[in-house]
Nanobody, 124 residues
Framework: QVQLVESGGGLVQAGGSLRLACVAS????????MAWFRQVPDKERDFVAA????????FYANSVKGRFTISRDNIKRTVYLQMNSLKPEDAAVYFC?????????????????WGQGTQVTVSS
């Protein structure tokens, strides 16, 4: 059974940093594009960042470009999201997701597998 497990969330002051990790089990990770999405209550799940299966292509939402970095280690079956210069508006539950496709997308419904999420809280 495929599982994605996120970790690394927590409380941080504005301007601070966090590093999220997503460990995948029962998945040949290099065959999947991986992405991070985030969601706040009563809002839709928003795209944050994505990375192609072999890591050659990365994509970012405009709101996080220059502050967040997505990376992956296929041997460790782990995808990371380094978040710097955090702002209060970055506070959300962050989810990682896996997509089996040759084309990286930013649409949540295209992703087959999801983690349970990790909470990120940013104090002002």
């Amino acid at each position: 059974q495929v599982q994605l497990v996120e970790s690394g969330g927590g409380l941080v002051q504005a301007g601070g940093s966090l590093r999220l990790a997503c460990v995948a089990s029962e998945l040949s990770l290099s065959e999947y594009n991986m992405a991070w999405f985030r969601q706040v209550p009563d809002k839709e799940r928003d795209f944050v960042a994505a990375i192609s299966g072999l890591g050659g292509r990365t994509f970012y939402a405009n709101s996080v470009k220059g502050r967040f970095t997505i990376s992956r280690d296929n041997i460790k079956r782990t995808v990371y999201l380094q978040m710097n210069s955090l702002k209060p508006e970055d506070a959300a539950v962050y989810f990682c997701a896996a997509e089996y496709s040759t084309r990286v997308t930013t649409v949540p419904r295209e992703y087959e597998y999801w983690g349970q999420g990790t909470q990120v809280t940013v104090s002002s």
